[in-house]
T-cell receptor, first 109, second 112 residues
Framework: EDKVVQSPLSLVVHEGDTVTLNCSYE??????LLWYKQEKKAPTFLFML????IEKKSGRLSSILDKKELFSILNITATQTGDSAIYLC?????????FGAGTRLTVKP | NAGVTQTPKFQVLKTGQSMTLQCAQD?????MSWYRQDPGMGLRLIHY???????DQGEVPNGYNVSRSTTEDFPLRLLSAAPSQTSVYFC???????????FGPGTRLTVL
């Protein structure tokens, strides 16, 4: 059965820290992996990854995919209180998009 | 563009009642889907559609029906509401399955 596992489930850091969020997956016929940020309402898109080893970067956020080991990481450097959110990893397989449970990140001042 | 819209934003039902959650998108997306989000469980796929007239079950389809008569609309029907269906429901759409999905604002449903 397809599954997506995120770790840790929750994380508390202080402003300025660097964090690494993990996403491992087992999906039939992998097509892509996506990262979303969810604050109070609907998830918003961060990155889509389809190829191994190519880093996607947006400001202080970056992500990379390893299709051999079946995982992805999301890095956030110099964290700010505005980064506090749930970060969701989703993997597209044959017919659907499967989400992990999410990592709840709290950044304290 | 309105993007993905959902109505209602909040709903309280009694056990056994039926209702329809509305979802519409104006981006001409082929792929639409419904998720439910429960604490600690992420988003779970209920039903999805790859185009008008085509729907299929996701991870947790029991107790829900969908139809896709037009590209724009993808309503979700609860046949006989149960307390286990208390959740936040999100509708999403994309050009294709593997593309970025755009989410609606969500519907918070409580079944008493």
């Amino acid at each position: 059965e397809d599954k997506v596992v995120q770790s840790p489930l929750s994380l508390v850091v202080h402003e300025g820290d660097t964090v690494t969020l993990n996403c491992s997956y087992e999906v039939t016929n992998f097509r892509s992996l996506l990262w979303y940020k969810q604050e109070k309402k609907a998830p918003t898109f961060l990155f889509m990854l389809t190829s191994s080893g190519i880093e996607k970067k947006s400001g202080r956020l970056s992500s990379i995919l390893d299709k051999k080991e079946l995982f992805s990481i999301l890095n956030i450097t110099a964290t700010q209180t505005g980064d506090s959110a749930i970060y969701l990893c989703a993997v597209v397989g044959n017919n659907d998009m499967r989400f992990g449970a999410g990592t709840r990140l709290t950044v304290k001042p | 563009n309105a993007g993905v819209t959902q109505t209602p934003k909040f709903q309280v039902l009694k056990t056994g009642q039926s209702m329809t959650l509305q979802c519409a998108q104006d981006m001409n997306h082929e792929y639409m889907s419904w998720y439910r989000q429960d604490p600690g469980m992420g988003l779970r796929l209920i039903h999805y559609s790859v185009g008008a007239g085509i729907t299929d079950q996701g991870e947790v389809p029991n107790g829900y029906n969908v139809s896709r008569s037009t590209t724009e609309d993808f309503p979700l029907r609860l046949l006989s509401a149960a307390p286990s269906q208390t959740s936040v429901y999100f509708c999403a759409s994309s050009y294709r399955l593997r593309d970025t999905q755009y989410f609606g604002p969500g519907t918070r449903l409580t079944v008493l």
